[in-house]
């Protein structure tokens, strides 16, 4: 049942809109096809539609006091807590393989219920960028923005007493008397030298806040980069572990998306960007690959970024370590499908493999 040319030639002239011919219209088999295109790496690599590159990547790094430090996470292989000297030069290794950009995460001296080494000038954050800024200038800097990890308590914002808030239930997050501390964080990192600041902490109001503070103090260029579509996902165990974040009571469902729900961040992507956010990130990737596909669809003119977290990062490593899987293959394959789905740019802890393993071809 094979078309003759001429058939086939018919078809192609007739579009059902004037424009584009009809499906049906197309050749079907044995006319069509597609394994043609498939059949050597040099056609396959011609008609690829996403390209995985270094310059894809976000490193996540976690930053501890001390010299010469460079301490492993349990279960996340590959992943260090670095003191400053050590950060700096694993951040011009990294920038040497290509990668952009990296996110730090700091690990304060000691903490108490505002967190009040996440805004010192000469906090473990400061530090951090000063110490990649001299190593490596052409490296992006973005800081985490939150209180977790620097709070006695272990919550994202300050929390309610008995005594300042008798109407509440004591330890409630206080989420408009937090966005000036999320400002003043934001404002101590910019006069450090960060690029860009990633509030995460999900609060109402949090990244025109933080818009606000930056403008008033005089770095209007430095940009928000906003964990807008942040789910309360059981994949940040690990991360909780090697930010030392975990609250120490209750859990982050007061303010963290709810996994079910996918029109709710388009709203939350919406109101970041009305309040000034320049770049917008849903997290994590692998369980909502269709929420990165719904936000790239809806705002186009947004650069979006997806966070592959620590759970990700972890479940891949583990089955490579049995033998399970191959590493570099899954990871690869991992990144690729978050850029399809529509990410332009994938925060990763397999930044610096996965940018080698493209380098080497
Ligand atoms: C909070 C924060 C978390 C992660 C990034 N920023 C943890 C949380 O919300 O509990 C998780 C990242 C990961 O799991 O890799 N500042």
Known sequence: MSLTFDQLLRQ???PADGLTPAADARPAYPAARPRRLRQSPGIRAMVRETRLAPADFVSPFFVTHGRGVRNPINAMPGIYQWS???LAEEGARLAALGV???LLFGLPASKDPVGLENFAPDGIVPQAIRALKAAAPELVVITDVCLCEYTDHGHCGLLSTPASHPQLAAG???NDETLPVLARVAVAHAEAGADMVAPSGMLDGAVGAIRAGLDDFGYPNVAILAYSVKYASSFY???REAAQGAPRFGDRQS???DPANAREALREAALDLAE???MLMVKPALAYLDVIRQTRDRFPEAPLAAYNVSGEYAMLKAAAANGWLDERRAVL???TSIKRAGADLVITYHAADAAGWLRAG
């Open 276 to 278: 000034g956010a320049d």
């Open 84 to 86: 400053p000297d050590r």
């Open 12 to 14: 192609a002239n007739t």
């Open 100 to 102: 952009p950009a990296v």
């Open 237 to 239: 165990g690990l991360f």
């Open 172 to 174: 409630t997050i206080l």
């Open 333 to 335: 394959e991992t990144l």
């Open 255 to 257: 303010h963290q998306m």
